[in-house]
């Protein structure tokens, strides 16, 4: 199993969010992470200060590079912190995985790991995860999360290509009624 | 490999079903005409695709298409977004339980389910509704895009007037050598045949190719070539039975009335010759003709009231007929003895016209003929019946340009009208060849029980061709496709559904031998073996 990559600080059905153990530690978008019995896909991640009122100021006039900035300010490291957050897609139950939203949103301070090629094909056998991102009420646009997870997944199959005709034609027949969506998502779904 | 093609989405037992492709299925593999199954949830139903058709899901895509050079959105969009859509007229249908597995295929009364699996059909499911070939069923050729045979149950197709339908030079010739043939082996019917062209008795022609066999070739015992004109068929190198001289003492009234259009003839010289014959008796012909000009002849019409101008264009219409070389005062043999004689035995005799072939000879004799013939059989039939007795060899009488015969004007006084009419009930039918459908009579039309019909493209004659016949919208633009030459539309009494298909080849010395051999086999078992044994 990989190292925890952070723990979840807020959560309710259909999405948690998380905050990462280090500073610009955050998974890439449309990654699939793990959280107890749960998964999610990265759908939002935000670096900002600790406190809402009080905003980062420019410090780097008088450094030569950003690293300097860091290193003559250690408390930075401390007073900024990395979150982010994923979309609800499924959950396990014994053996199986459903691609329902799970029953109970996840625990608070539960620990959250990045799924690894095994556990991202295994999961990616099944498409049902797409109709809950394409009704997910996100911050980033749909289109774009939904061929970011496509591509990430993509990248650990035997067949990436058979896979994303296979997740093209899923998405064909959700988005049968908009196909300037459909549209949009295929032509962001190339990794070359 | 499995055939599925796609599900059925919308159905109506008016309008038909509609077939969702699935995306493996090229849309462009779907050809009008072919047939298919469809897996209903308690029966099957036979079908045939009468239109093919392109959907797509979202509107938006037909207006703004996506990026088709892209492989990758193309494959994703075809059979999602995109697809293939086929429109299926059900036919037939057959019941899962034992009862109706028995009874065959049923006319379809109901419709499939939702999302019922659509296949193409099989060599069975042709089968099953066709028959396989046996000593009643002939090959007639394949189904289009098919290997499977399609059989013709002959001794249905015989009892009742049918028709072969096409446009010049799409096949009409070979495709009715092909079924002489069936009806010669696989039936107890004798044809004769009103050979107009020289087409079916010794040899024919075929367009671009070498001359084909006709029916005497490859049935020697079978078959008997009459001609009406020796001299051409010993220069066509044809070995004939008999001379068919016509006396003119054979020439009724009825002959004249239907050669009015051809002979020109106006209504009241038509309306004088029943006058004539009742005067004169059986050579009014004769006596007609030696009318020479004078007073006697004055008092002669005026005593019958025929106007004068009137039997001067009777005379000139008649002296047409005379100048026939094969019309002759008195007929040495009577033809129509002799061509019963024929019948009676078992052989189909081919009437050949030689160089006779323009309309009128072909009008007169067939119809005279024709209508003796007929009398006879209808004496001896009813004789039978009385004396219970076996009836006549069933008889189906072949005849080109069938318009001529069977036009609205004529129908009604030609043989060929009542026979076409009154059908089975005196063991004669016909066989009626034709460019013009639309120029039949329709109440003949509506009679006749299985039509063929290759390429036709005239409206009016697509409508008489499948007037009355169910489904005829999408009959109508699978016969509108039908190949140019060699592909045909079979429909009516002798099929249990219309089906489009392709003739067996004729003409290839293979040909012969698989036309020839099929009589053997299943008309005369054991004799060939026996024969064969003998030369061991």
């Known amino acids: 199993m990989s190292p925890k990559i952070a723990e979840v600080i807020e959560a309710d059905t259909a999405s948690f969010v998380a905050q990462c153990y280090e500073l610009y530690e955050l998974p890439p978008l449309g990654a699939l992470v793990k959280t107890g019995d749960i998964y999610g896909i990265v759908c939002h991640a935000e670096t900002a200060g600790m406190e809402p009122g009080r905003k980062p100021i420019a410090r780097g006039r008088d450094e030569a590079s950003e690293a300097?900035?860091?290193?003559?300010?250690?408390?930075?490291?401390?007073?900024?912190?990395?979150?982010?957050?994923?979309?609800?897609?499924?959950?396990?139950?014994?053996?199986?995985?459903?691609?329902?939203?799970?029953?109970?949103?996840?625990?608070?301070?539960?620990?959250?790991?990045?799924?690894?090629?095994?556990?991202?094909?295994?999961?990616?056998?099944?498409?049902?995860?797409?109709?809950?991102?394409?009704?997910?009420?996100?911050?980033?646009?749909?289109?774009?999360?939904?061929?970011?997870?496509?591509?990430?997944?993509?990248?650990?199959?035997?067949?990436?290509?058979?896979?994303?005709?296979?997740?093209?034609?899923?998405?064909?027949n959700l988005l049968s009624n908009d196909f300037i969506k459909l549209k949009n998502i295929l032509g962001r779904l190339k990794i070359k | 490999m499995t055939d599925k093609l796609g599900i059925v989405t919308t159905a109506s037992l008016e309008k038909g079903v509609d077939v969702r492709l699935d995306a493996p299925v090229s849309v462009e593999d779907m050809v009008v005409g072919r047939y298919v199954t469809i897996e209903g949830q308690k029966r099957r139903f036979f079908g045939m695709i009468t239109d093919v058709r392109l959907g797509v899901t979202d509107e938006r895509l037909a207006v703004s298409p996506p990026d088709v050079n892209d492989p990758f959105i193309?494959?994703?969009?075809?059979?999602?977004?995109?697809?293939?859509?086929?429109?299926?007229?059900?036919?037939?249908?057959?019941?899962?339980?034992?009862?109706?597995?028995?009874?065959?295929?049923?006319?379809?009364?109901?419709?499939?389910?939702?999302?019922?699996?659509?296949?193409?059909?099989?060599?069975?499911?042709?089968e099953r509704v066709f028959g396989k070939e046996d000593p009643q069923r002939f090959n007639i050729g394949n189904p289009l895009d098919m290997e499977t045979k399609l059989c013709l149950n002959l001794e249905e197709f015989v009892k009742r007037s049918n028709g072969i339908f096409g446009k010049s030079g799409t096949g009409k010739t070979f495709l009715t050598r092909i079924l002489l043939i069936g009806i010669l082996q696989k039936s107890k019917a004798v044809n004769l045949i009103f050979d107009m062209h020289n087409e079916y008795g010794w040899q024919g022609t075929s367009e671009g190719g070498p001359p084909v066999k006709g029916l005497k070739q490859l049935f020697q015992s079978k078959v008997a070539v009459f001609t009406l004109d020796e001299e051409n068929s010993r220069r066509r190198g044809v070995s004939t039975d008999f001379v068919v001289k016509i006396g003119y003492d054979e020439i009724e009234p009825e002959d004249i009335v239907l050669l009015r259009q051809t002979l020109n003839l106006t209504e009241p010289a038509v309306e004088a010759v029943y006058q004539l014959r009742r005067r004169f008796g059986k050579s009014w012909l004769q006596n007609v003709l030696d009318i020479e000009g004078g007073e006697d002849t004055k008092?002669?019409?005026?005593?019958?009231?025929?106007?004068?101008?009137?039997?001067?264009?009777?005379?000139?219409?008649?002296?047409?007929?005379?100048?026939?070389?094969?019309?002759?005062?008195?007929?040495?043999?009577?033809?129509?003895?002799?061509?019963?004689?024929?019948?009676?035995?078992?052989?189909?005799?081919?009437?050949?016209?030689?160089?006779?072939?323009?309309?009128?000879?072909?009008?007169?004799?067939?119809?005279?003929?024709?209508?003796?013939?007929?009398?006879?059989?209808?004496?001896?039939?009813?004789?039978?019946?009385?004396?219970?007795?076996?009836?006549?060899?069933?008889?189906?009488?072949?005849?080109?340009?069938?318009?001529?015969?069977?036009?609205?004007?004529?129908?009604?006084?030609?043989?060929?009208?009542?026979?076409?009419?009154?059908?089975?009930?005196?063991?004669?039918?016909?066989?009626?060849?034709?460019?013009?459908?639309?120029?039949?009579?329709?109440?003949v039309m509506s009679q006749m029980g299985t039509k063929i019909t290759c390429l036709l493209d005239n409206e009016r004659d697509i409508d008489s061709v499948l007037a009355g016949v169910s489904g005829k919208n999408e009959l109508k633009s699978v016969l509108a496709r039908l190949a140019p030459k060699q592909q045909a539309l079979i429909f009516g009494h002798a099929v249990p559904m219309p089906v489009a298909f392709q003739p067996r080849e004729y003409g290839s010395a293979k040909s012969y031998k698989d036309f020839t051999s099929a009589g053997k086999s299943s008309a005369s078992t054991g004799t060939g073996k026996d024969i064969e044994k003998l030369w061991e």
Do not use: W
């Open chain 2, 74 to 126: 193309a494959e994703v969009l075809s059979g999602t977004s995109t697809f293939g859509q086929i429109h299926v007229t059900p036919m037939l249908t057959i019941g899962g339980d034992a009862k109706s597995m028995l009874e065959g295929p049923q006319p379809v009364k109901t419709i499939p389910a939702h999302f019922c699996a659509v296949n193409l059909a099989t060599e069975d499911d042709i």
């Open chain 2, 299 to 443: 008092e002669l019409l005026d005593s019958m009231s025929i106007h004068e101008s009137s039997f001067q264009n009777l005379k000139r219409g008649l002296a047409t007929i005379r100048r026939l070389p094969f019309i002759q005062p008195h007929a040495p043999v009577d033809a129509v003895k002799n061509i019963l004689d024929h019948l009676d035995k078992g052989i189909n005799v081919v009437l050949e016209f030689g160089r006779y072939r323009d309309i009128t000879a072909y009008v007169l004799v067939a119809n005279m003929l024709a209508r003796r013939i007929y009398s006879q059989y209808q004496s001896r039939t009813e004789k039978a019946m009385a004396e219970s007795v076996a009836p006549p060899n069933p008889l189906v009488i072949t005849i080109e340009e069938a318009h001529k015969f069977l036009n609205p004007e004529v129908s009604s006084q030609t043989i060929f009208g009542t026979i076409a009419r009154e059908m089975r009930k005196y063991n004669v039918s016909l066989l009626v060849i034709d460019q013009r459908p639309s120029g039949i009579d329709s109440e």
């Open chain 1, 68 to 172: 300097a900035v860091y290193e003559s300010s250690p408390q930075l490291l401390k007073l900024l912190r990395s979150e982010f957050t994923a979309s609800a897609v499924g959950y396990q139950d014994g053996n199986k995985i459903y691609q329902y939203l799970p029953p109970q949103p996840a625990r608070i301070h539960g620990f959250i790991y990045l799924c690894q090629p095994d556990e991202v094909k295994e999961f990616s056998k099944n498409f049902g995860f797409l109709n809950i991102l394409i009704n997910a009420a996100l911050t980033a646009p749909t289109e774009e999360l939904i061929a970011a997870a496509l591509r990430q997944m993509s990248g650990v199959q035997e067949d990436s290509h058979a896979f994303l005709v296979a997740a093209g034609k899923e998405l064909a």
